[in-house]
């Protein structure tokens, strides 16, 4: 079988999203993603599983957990330079290829029913998956959402336009203990590509990856609201 070599071909708009044609959704075993020779070279590591997961046609959020500065966290929560992917492997899906790519690299991935986006987290991390503020049944998929390291705020507003919420953030996430590996978290860089996900569905993924929640609120006209904050104040206040 022809050698595949594995490179950078997702085309995006930096600092912001587009949308394009729909894609499939496979399964490990499915005939779609037939088997193939795939080689990596010295790629870094988040790379190889954003390729593996696009040609999956697989939905994956990169914890918020993983980024550090150094860029990356291992599995015993020690900081590291990113890890790089080399590797070659023959007559292998790429559903196949991503698992065993994150169980040598100590990564799994965890559903949310409240949203069809995989969670890439390490495998000794503990985590209790949000559930949707929001009826996303009102709410049609987007064939394709792109973002290239649009900051989490902006990305957060642009989802929020797009399916008619009224959102505002706790004045406490912008405060100097808001921080996510070092970066302030609404600057938090998102980049990622989804399918057939739709805004509330993402936006809730978003929240969920970066330990964030919101609170259902009321202006002064009785207009609903959702206010972005902690997930510790979103469960105090339990209000969904």
Not at 14 to 22: H, V
Not at 105 to 130: E, F, K
Not at 184 to 203: D, F, G, H
């Amino acid at each position: 079988m022809r050698l595949k070599t594995i490179s950078l071909f997702l085309a995006v708009l930096m600092g912001a999203a587009t949308f394009t044609s729909p894609a499939r959704q496979i399964s490990e075993n499915s005939t779609i993603d037939s088997p193939s020779d795939m080689t990596f070279d010295n790629l870094p590591i988040t790379s190889a599983i954003h390729q593996l997961a696009f040609l999956a046609g697989i939905n994956i959020l990169l914890d918020s957990k993983l980024h550090s500065n150094p860029p990356f966290v291992a599995a015993n929560g020690k900081a590291i330079a990113e890890p790089t992917a080399t590797n070659h492997w023959t007559n292998i899906t790429a559903h196949q290829a991503l698992n065993r790519m994150l169980a040598e690299h100590g990564l799994t991935m965890l559903t949310n029913p409240a949203t069809p986006i995989m969670r890439v987290v390490s495998t000794n991390r503990v985590v209790q998956a949000l559930p949707s503020f929001f009826n996303s049944t009102t709410n049609d998929p987007t064939p394709a959402l792109v973002f290239d390291d649009l900051p989490l705020r902006d990305a957060l507003v642009l989802l929020a336009n797009q399916a008619r919420l009224n959102l505002s953030f706790d004045p406490k996430l912008s405060a100097p203990g808001a921080m996510v590996g070092g970066t302030p978290v609404l600057k938090c860089p998102v980049k990622e590509r989804w399918n057939n996900v739709n805004s509330k569905q993402a936006i809730t993924a978003l929240l969920d990856n970066f330990d964030l929640g919101v609170v259902l609120e009321t202006d002064s006209s009785g207009a609903s609201k959702f206010r972005v904050t902690t997930r510790q104040d979103a469960e105090v206040n339990s209000v969904r």
